[in-house]
C-alpha cells in the first residue's frame, strides 16, 4: 500500500499560481505512474495530469494543457502539479492518485490521497 499526502493549496486570484505537492511513503515511488485529478462541486472527478515511472512522458487534459505542469522527484518521493494562469474554473479539490499502469482514468488509479482545496478567485 503507498500513502499520499497532498500539500499546497489555496485561495488565488484569478490569474495566479500555486504548486501543488504530493509525498508518497509506503512503497518504492519509481514503481507508480503518478496522476492528478480534481473534483468540484456537483461534478465528477476529472483527470487532470499524469507522469510515468521516471518522469519521461507526461499527459494533460485539454482545459490545463499548457498552463499546468507536473512532474516528479523519485529521490524526494513527490510529485508536483505546477498551476500558472489559474481561472475560476480551476476551483475544485484536487487529488493525488497513484498507480503501476499507465491510464488516465480514475477508476484506472488504485490509491489516493485525501486531496486539497484549490480556490480561484475572480
Known amino acids: 500500500q503507498v500513502q499520499l499526502v497532498e500539500s499546497g493549496g489555496g485561495l488565488v486570484q484569478a490569474g495566479g499560481s500555486l504548486r501543488l505537492s504530493c509525498a508518497a511513503s509506503?512503497?518504492?515511488?519509481?514503481?507508480?505512474?503518478m496522476g492528478w485529478f480534481r473534483q468540484a462541486p456537483g461534478k465528477e472527478r476529472e483527470f487532470v495530469a499524469r507522469?510515468?515511472?521516471?518522469?519521461?512522458?507526461?499527459g494533460y487534459s485539454d482545459s490545463v494543457k499548457g498552463r499546468f505542469t507536473i512532474s516528479r522527484d523519485n529521490a524526494k518521493d513527490t510529485v508536483y502539479l505546477q498551476m500558472n494562469s489559474l481561472k475560476p474554473d480551476d476551483t475544485a479539490v484536487y487529488y493525488c492518485?497513484?498507480?503501476?499502469?499507465?491510464?488516465?482514468?480514475?477508476?484506472?488509479?488504485?490509491?489516493w490521497g485525501q486531496g486539497t482545496q484549490v480556490t480561484v478567485s475572480s
Open positions: 492518485a497513484a498507480d503501476r499502469r499507465l491510464a488516465n482514468t480514475p477508476a484506472a488509479f488504485a490509491h
Open positions: 509506503g512503497r518504492t515511488f519509481s514503481n507508480y505512474v
Open positions: 507522469i510515468d515511472w521516471v518522469g519521461s512522458i507526461t
